[in-house]
């Protein structure tokens, strides 16, 4: 039996990654501030041109993370004191440009703020909240292929179109070729809007793949490979998404490409602490709060900028959780592209099922001579199987030079057999 008071259980800092092993040199004096957030701003001194993006603690500062690092905390992280914070209005996710001082132990203060969002001071503190901004539909396309070889992104312009400001689902099986798909669309986002700021977001991604995103495609490449613990994909994907959300406010065009919206759900499943109901699959009925909000994000804000988010889910994985976090999602964005196995299987690739695929209000992405062509070939379609569809699609596109000398071609109202021979 255990005799004498019990000691209460000691917390763990939650900025534990932020101090070294051992005693922080800022705590070894009995008056000492334990947390370097709270410590005096440094007045003299030379300063250092220093750079980053904002992760702010609630009324306690920050620290300027590194894309580098996949907003890790590491030990050459500036410190945010809480007054310069509350003085510049800085929000979570500011990319931020401007100088520090050294604080003392090993670490640098933020002390004077250049740059916030790309804009000074003074525009910073009149931007509009995320929150606040209108959201209309999509109406800008964007376009993704411009040669004949795209295959892939010809289908995807002519089936599914993107807008700016896109909630767009990829639903795939495994082995169906999403990844090669994922990889494509931000080569092509990259290469033909260079006005865009592209963010490649890896959730729980084998360490390969980042590497090969990394090499392939010219973004701003977020991972958290799937030897990392479930507080670091969810650190990252939030930070992520008001990252996208200040661009947004300052006026950008942001577009997200999420792989995948299924493991984020799993990440948030098993970051949930106990006290909530348990749905079927073992899902946590607070687990898919967060990726609601981060795939609700998604929106064409009026008069400013627009946040494109392209997530995959997968289906078909054997696991019930991957199927209850799916049928979540189910409807919830504004553009499907649906890939099949059974296409996959036949080694037709992209292995898109073109007739469960496509985008709400597409009317607004096109001229109406386009869209009368559109609804043309997706009755000419209706009359085939799944795969045949497909092949169909691809024989064509891949025979025309562009997706435009393509529509040209069907004529109202030929059955789909003219087109087949």
Do not use: W
């Amino acid at each position: 039996m255990r005799h004498g008071p019990r000691h209460p259980r000691r917390h763990r800092h939650p900025h534990r990654h932020d101090r070294p092993n051992g005693p922080h040199p800022q705590q070894q004096g009995p008056r000492g501030p334990r947390d370097p957030r709270q410590a005096p701003i440094p007045t003299t001194g030379p300063t250092t041109p220093v750079a980053g993006v904002v992760d702010l603690t609630e009324g306690s500062g920050g620290f300027l993370r590194q894309a580098a690092q996949n907003y890790l905390p590491t030990r050459d992280d500036a410190v945010v004191p809480p007054s310069i914070a509350r003085d510049y209005a800085l929000r979570d996710g500011t990319e931020i440009e401007g100088l520090a001082r050294d604080g003392g132990g090993g670490r640098r203060t933020l002390v004077e703020i250049h740059k916030a969002s790309g804009l000074s001071p003074e525009e910073y503190r009149a931007l509009p909240h995320f929150q606040d901004l209108v959201s209309v539909n999509p109406h800008e396309p964007l376009n993704l292929a411009a040669e004949q070889g795209e295959t892939s992104l010809r289908i995807i312009d002519l089936i599914a179109p993107i807008g700016r400001g896109q909630r767009g689902l990829i639903v795939s099986p495994p082995k169906a070729g999403k990844t090669t798909l994922l990889e494509h669309l931000g080569q092509a986002i990259a290469k033909h809007h260079p006005e865009v700021h592209l963010i490649l977001l890896l959730i729980d991604e084998r360490p390969e793949e980042v590497t090969h995103f990394r090499r392939a495609v010219r973004a701003e490449v977020l991972a958290s490979s799937a030897d990392s613990a479930a507080d670091a994909h969810m650190r990252l994907a939030k930070l992520a998404i008001e990252r996208a959300r200040r661009l947004v406010e300052a006026g950008r065009h942001v577009v997200i490409l999420l792989d995948s919206l299924t493991r984020l759900g799993r990440a948030s499943n098993r970051e949930m602490g106990p006290g909530g109901r348990t749905m079927s699959g073992g899902v946590d009925n607070r687990a898919l709060q967060f990726p609601r909000q981060f795939f609700g994000a998604a929106r064409n804000c009026e008069g400013s900028g627009s946040l494109t988010i392209l997530a995959t889910a997968l289906i078909d994985t054997g696991s019930r959780m991957d199927e209850v976090i799916f049928q979540e999602f189910k409807g919830t964005g504004n553009m499907e592209l649906i890939l099949d196995r059974s296409i996959a299987d036949r080694r037709i690739f992209p292995a898109v099922d073109v007739l469960k695929s496509g985008t709400r209000r597409e009317e607004l992405l096109c001229s109406p001579e386009e869209l009368s062509k559109r609804h043309l070939l997706r009755r000419a379609l209706a009359d085939l199987s799944t795969v045949e569809a497909a092949q169909f699609l691809i024989d064509k596109i891949q025979k025309t030079p562009s997706n435009a000398a393509f529509l040209s071609t069907l004529v109202a109202p030929a059955p789909v057999r003219r087109f087949l021979r």
